[in-house]
């Protein structure tokens, strides 16, 4: 699905309503690979980075909310990233996703009354085919990347998948405008620097 074409987008969500009787939740998860670094980078790259994972998250909650609002409610999860909290590289795609956590607390307290919960999930390091090229030229980085983390490895898609999954269901029913960072302990702290400084701590 090409979330930067709005007439795609509001066909897609006018499918669903009319073969399912509305959308009951939406789970938005928008991504090109990222461009580095700011200093270099064309303003046609960072364009292509906000117009899909920011714009293309707007354009995909824009197209659900009017059904959302007269059936008297949704979930909406909007997959953000860790990016969008600290600096992890990639300048205009850490820039597009702190506007989804943004936009995700602005729809929780715009559409609260009107039933409609709002969340999103912050992954990490995930084990996604957006990693393809970088592993073929150099196949230990997950292996590199993993002693960053406290927890010892990398995010796989299920790890993102239960957590949107929970914020989705009715057993988060009173959680909404969140931002849920699904990355196995490394916003808590920077594990490799620990190891480096106090070596007796691995």
Same mark, same amino acid.
């Given at each position: 699905m090409?979330?930067?074409?709005?007439?795609r987008?509001a066909?897609?969500v006018r499918?669903?309503?009319?073969?399912?009787?509305?959308?009951?939740v939406?789970v938005?998860s928008?991504?090109?690979?990222p461009?580095d670094?700011?200093a270099?980078?064309t303003a046609?790259a /960072?364009?292509?980075?906000v117009r899909?994972?920011l714009?293309?998250t707007?354009r995909?909650?824009?197209a659900?909310?009017?059904?959302?609002?007269?059936?008297?409610g949704?979930a909406i999860v909007?997959?953000?990233?860790v990016?969008?909290?600290?600096?992890?590289?990639?300048e205009?795609?850490?820039a597009?996703?702190?506007?989804?956590?943004?936009?995700?607390?602005?729809?929780?307290?715009r559409?609260?009354?009107?039933g409609?919960?709002?969340?999103?999930?912050?992954?990490?390091?995930v084990?996604?085919p957006v /990693?393809d090229?970088?592993?073929?030229?150099d196949?230990?980085?997950?292996d590199?990347?993993?002693?960053w983390y406290?927890?010892?490895?990398?995010?796989?898609?299920e790890?993102?998948?239960h957590?949107?999954?929970?914020?989705?269901?009715?057993?988060?029913a009173w959680?909404?405008g969140?931002?849920l960072?699904?990355?196995?302990?490394?916003l808590?702290g920077?594990?490799?620097?620990t190891v480096?400084?106090?070596?007796?701590?691995?």
């Amino acid at each position: 699905m090409d979330v930067t074409d709005s007439d795609r987008v509001a066909a897609m969500v006018r499918e669903i309503e009319s073969s399912m009787g509305g959308a009951d939740v939406l789970v938005t998860s928008a991504i090109r690979m990222p461009s580095d670094d700011l200093a270099t980078m064309t303003a046609e790259a /960072w364009d292509d980075d906000v117009r899909v994972a920011l714009n293309g998250t707007y354009r995909c909650i824009r197209a659900v909310l009017p059904g959302m609002i007269e059936q008297g409610g949704g979930a909406i999860v909007n997959i953000a990233s860790v990016n969008g909290l600290a600096f992890f590289g990639n300048e205009a795609y850490s820039a597009a996703k702190a506007g989804v956590m943004s936009l995700t607390r602005s729809i929780a307290v715009r559409y609260g009354r009107e039933g409609i919960r709002a969340n999103a999930v912050a992954p990490a390091t995930v084990r996604t085919p957006v /990693w393809d090229q970088r592993l073929k030229t150099d196949p230990d980085t997950f292996d590199k990347v993993a002693t960053w983390y406290p927890a010892g490895r990398i995010g796989e898609p299920e790890d993102v998948a239960h957590a949107a999954l929970f914020l989705a269901s009715d057993e988060a029913a009173w959680i909404t405008g969140v931002v849920l960072p699904v990355d196995g302990g490394l916003l808590a702290g920077n594990y490799r620097m620990t190891v480096d400084l106090i070596p007796e701590s691995e």
